[in-house]
């Protein structure tokens, strides 16, 4: 195995891993409330992180290795950012139901087992998109594949918390919050290996993928982790502040890695 494997296998693992921690802390009820409080906070520092992930590095090196391929029309990557951001678009608010994070914990009325696990299909279109960005961008630069890591990885508890509450608002319990968390999880680590394996024998290469996982990454921050934010945060200006420490965090890893890389 070599040591790029070792490291995306890595990469996916731990993301999985978040997934099922976040969807775990349900159990206790005590954890539960301490951990909600905090939830709107760490959706905000994730969203400041990723949208500058996006900006910062992703889409600047689509365009990059566009251009290594003589290529100056950039219609084609464009149109793959576009394709990526709707793509997440139709499966989670067209073929899935929306729901606010953790909220199902709160409603007077269960909701149906049928729309929990819908929802949760549509989030694994999701998962599986974040489990390739981390992939393609791996391939681009090793500096580039670990921000992307920690974009993806900044709002997977969330992300298992919101799918554990589906569960348990569907009148389920530990056992099949831990089934729903894991399957969440390993559709990113599939994600991570398809593309690791088979991305390249089916031609489906890195310019093409690094635009369409950043279609993904910026619909992901923000059309899904923005909103919710605001959703959450209502007047407080701390919630706001967050996003900008997320955007702040993006810069200080991005020095730190620098120096270590370079």
């Known amino acids: 195995m070599t040591t790029a494997f070792l490291q995306l296998l890595g990469f996916g693992l731990l993301a999985a891993l978040a997934n099922v921690l976040g969807g775990l802390i349900l159990f206790p009820s005590k954890l539960h409330s301490d951990y909600k409080r905090g939830l709107k906070y760490l959706l905000a520092l994730g969203a400041g992180f990723m949208l500058a992930v996006t900006f910062f590095e992703v889409l600047p090196k689509s365009i990059e290795i566009w251009q290594g391929q003589g290529n100056s029309d950039f219609y084609v990557p464009m149109l ?49 998109f974040d489990g390739i960005s981390i992939a393609a961008a791996s391939q681009v630069d090793v500096k580039v594949g670990f921000l992307v890591f920690i974009a993806v990885f900044l709002h997977k508890f969330p992300e298992g918390f919101t799918i554990g509450s589906m569960v348990v608002a569907a009148g389920k319990g530990l056992r099949e919050v831990l089934i729903a968390t894991s399957v969440i999880g390993a559709t990113s680590l599939l994600g991570v290996l398809l593309f690791y394996f088979a991305g390249n024998l089916t031609g489906f290469s890195v310019a093409y993928a690094l635009p369409l996982a950043s279609g993904v990454t910026l619909y992901v921050a923000a059309s899904d982790l923005i909103p919710e934010v605001n959703h959450h945060g209502g007047k407080k200006p ?18 730190v890695v620098h120096l270590i890389f370079e």
Not at 93 to 99: L, V
Not at 238 to 255: K, P, Q, R, T, Y
């Open 80 to 128: 793959l950012v576009l394709a990526g951001y709707l793509v997440t678009q139709f499966f989670e608010h067209t073929i899935a139901p929306h729901f606010h994070l953790g909220e199902e914990m709160h409603s007077d009325q269960l909701i149906s087992a049928r729309s929990a696990y819908t929802g949760i299909g549509g989030l694994m279109i999701h998962t599986f």
């Open 238 to 255: 701390l919630v706001s502040v967050s996003v900008f420490a997320g955007v702040a965090l993006f810069f200080a890893i991005d020095s």
